[in-house]
């Protein structure tokens, strides 16, 4: 028997899967961590092309196994570019418009219930921007918090939960217009400040949006 028989017969039985085998665990890992490191909507494309030219070249090269080694090569480079495009973005060697509004900051107002009475008798947020309340109801009495136009208003511009404690929650409000509120506890209105809302003002720390 021929070597070359004795290679086709003996050896590239076992050669073909075992190669395949590795090509997809490296597939696999190179994709994993491109789709990582790219933007959501990036790596769905990166993802969906990539299966879609390997499928291609597969098919096409089941269809015509005698075409060649050209034939292969050439729909092998064309199945792997999305695969070299999303490594370019994960390296940074290709940048992506960020999403409008990513990397902004949100103001977070902390405000403390305790004892019938809130901690803080004057709240500062910032004009127009919306911002989050960290409301922490010490007690085991029932507590929300409401910005109001006015004391005695009946247009609430925001109304919270009420919550009986000890909990703490954190609530998203609208943008509010530059000016100065009220704010109370509905079920205990004795309870209530001042808010002012002014251009980059705070009473709170802020952290990245989207991280509550």
């Not at 060649?68 to 092998?76: Q, V, Y």
């Not at 418009?97 to 901690?119: M, R, S, T, W, Y």
């Amino acid at each position: 028997m021929s070597d070359d028989k004795m290679r086709d017969r003996l050896i590239l039985p076992i050669l073909i899967p075992v190669g395949a085998l590795a090509f997809v665990l490296f597939l696999a890992l190179v994709m994993s961590q491109i789709l990582l490191n790219v933007p959501a909507e990036i790596a769905t494309s990166v993802a969906i092309m990539t299966a879609i030219n390997l499928l291609v070249a597969f098919s096409v090269m089941a269809a015509k196994p005698s075409a060649g080694k050209p034939l292969a090569m050439f729909l092998g480079i064309i199945a792997v570019v999305p695969l070299v495009l999303g490594g370019a973005a994960a390296a940074g060697v290709v940048s992506f418009p960020e999403e409008e509004g990513h990397g902004e900051e949100i103001v977070k107002v902390d405000l403390v219930a305790d004892n019938l009475a809130f901690e803080q008798t004057e709240l500062s947020i910032p004009a127009d921007k919306e911002f989050i309340i960290a409301f922490d109801n010490k007690e085991a009495q029932p507590h929300n918090v409401s910005i109001l136009e006015a004391a005695g208003s009946t247009n609430a511009l925001f109304r919270g939960a009420i919550i009986t404690g000890p909990k703490e929650v954190e609530e998203k409000v609208d943008p509010i217009a530059a000016g100065e509120y009220y704010f109370q506890c509905d079920v205990h209105p004795t309870m209530n400040g001042k808010v002012i809302a002014a251009e980059g003002e705070s009473s709170g720390g802020e952290v990245p949006a989207g991280e509550h």
